[in-house]
T-cell receptor
Framework: DTAVSQTPKYLVTQMGNDKSIKCEQN?????MYWYKQDSKKFLKIMFS???????INETVPNRFSPKSPDKAHLNLHINSLELGDSAVYFC????????????????FGPGTRLTVL | GNSVTQMEGPVTLSEEAFLTINCTYT??????LFWYVQYPGEGLQLLLK?????DKGSNKGFEATYRKETTSFHLEKGSVQVSDSAVYFC???????????FGKGNQVVVIP
């Protein structure tokens, strides 16, 4: 049973196109995230949603738009793709950090490797 | 802000050697600490975690101890195998922040 799944696993497209990446989690978590891993393997958060509400929006071009139709899904739509958007995009999810809890472990999907030509 | 520093450069070692990967951190607030592993061509997997000072996280022969006095969370394994070849990321999160802060990762290559 896949806990956090992403589609597609690989995405190759031309500059200027619009594409979407989908993410689903079956862990019952309330919070979902998008991270970007660049060519040097550095990971940085892009967005986070809690129960369909945007709670983190880092400095990301507005060509990137997350959408959460329900708390189990968080999709990432990218308009007018640029060469610099080539990266691996990871979705993650976590349970609510409840009062008294000591951690907020995030579980990651397998990643989507986006290549912009 | 929160930040994680990992030792520079890849780590190459022979099978059955002892592995240490250093990780130090700065955090506003009291962090939870994690090691994630990324095997070739795969996603990030949680390897181990520790949530308070002096806790030891362990999994698959790997261990790391939360050292508040030195703000460190070094990863160790006594006898590595070729299958341990991967990229290892140290990370932290603080309550209310929701952002995992990652180190730059260390590529570990184990040679038979």
């Amino acid at each position: 049973d896949t806990a956090v799944s992403q589609t597609p696993k690989y995405l190759v497209t031309q500059m200027g196109n619009d594409k979407s990446i989908k993410c689903e989690q079956n862990l019952g978590h309330d919070t979902m995230y998008w991270y970007k891993q660049d060519s040097k393997k550095f990971l940085k958060i892009m967005f986070s949603y809690n129960n369909k509400e945007l709670i983190i929006n880092e400095t990301v071009p507005n060509r990137f738009s997350p959408k959460s139709p329900d708390k189990a899904h968080l999709n990432l739509h990218i308009n007018s793709l640029e060469l610099g958007d080539s990266a691996v995009y990871f979705c993650a999810s976590s349970a609510p950090w409840e009062a008294g809890a000591s951690t907020d472990t995030q579980y990651f999907g397998p990643g989507t490797r986006l290549t912009v030509l | 802000g929160n930040s994680v520093t990992q030792m520079e450069g890849p780590v190459t070692l022979s099978e059955e050697a002892f592995l240490t990967i250093n990780c130090t951190y700065t955090a506003t607030g009291y962090p939870s600490l994690f090691w994630y592993v990324q095997y070739p061509g795969e996603g990030l997997q949680l390897l181990l975690k520790a949530t308070k000072a002096d806790d030891k996280g362990s999994n698959k022969g790997f261990e790391a101890t939360y050292r508040k006095e030195t703000t460190s969370f070094h990863l160790e394994k006594g006898s590595v195998q070729v299958s341990d070849s991967a990229v290892y990321f140290c990370a932290l999160i603080t309550y209310g922040n929701n952002r995992l802060a990652f180190g730059k990762g260390n590529q570990v290559v184990v040679i038979p």
